[in-house]
């Protein structure tokens, strides 16, 4: 568990995972990224993950690649807090 405080942007200081930690690093990364915004979804902060932060092999079938990348296709760049 890490802890957020003022130099964070929490007050009061929060506890969270060090899963929001990684996600939150490559989250600034995503955001510099050539295709920044899904064309999918125009006026949202969303990021299509695939070929960035979601690959999957080539072994797999269709099927699971496609239902893949329905849950992971894209990740929300809004706002952390």
Same mark, same amino acid.
């Given at each position: 568990?890490?802890?957020y405080?003022?130099d964070?942007?929490?007050d /009061?200081? $929060?506890e +969270? @995972?060090?899963?929001? @930690?990684?996600?939150?690093?490559l989250?600034y #990364?995503?955001?510099? +990224?050539?295709?920044a915004?899904? @064309?999918?979804? /125009?006026g949202m902060?969303?990021f299509?993950?695939?070929?960035y932060?979601?690959?999957? #092999?080539r072994?797999? #079938? @269709? #099927?699971l690649?496609?239902k893949a990348?329905r849950?992971?296709?894209a990740v929300?760049l809004?706002? $952390?807090?």
């Amino acid at each position: 568990m890490l802890i957020y405080g003022d130099d964070c942007g929490y007050d /009061p200081p $929060i506890e +969270a @995972e060090l899963g929001f @930690e990684l996600w939150a690093a490559l989250r600034y #990364s995503m955001h510099h +990224a050539p295709d920044a915004l899904s @064309e999918e979804m /125009p006026g949202m902060a969303m990021f299509p993950t695939k070929g960035y932060g979601f690959l999957a #092999s080539r072994n797999c #079938s @269709e #099927s699971l690649l496609d239902k893949a990348d329905r849950v992971f296709g894209a990740v929300y760049l809004g706002c $952390i807090h």
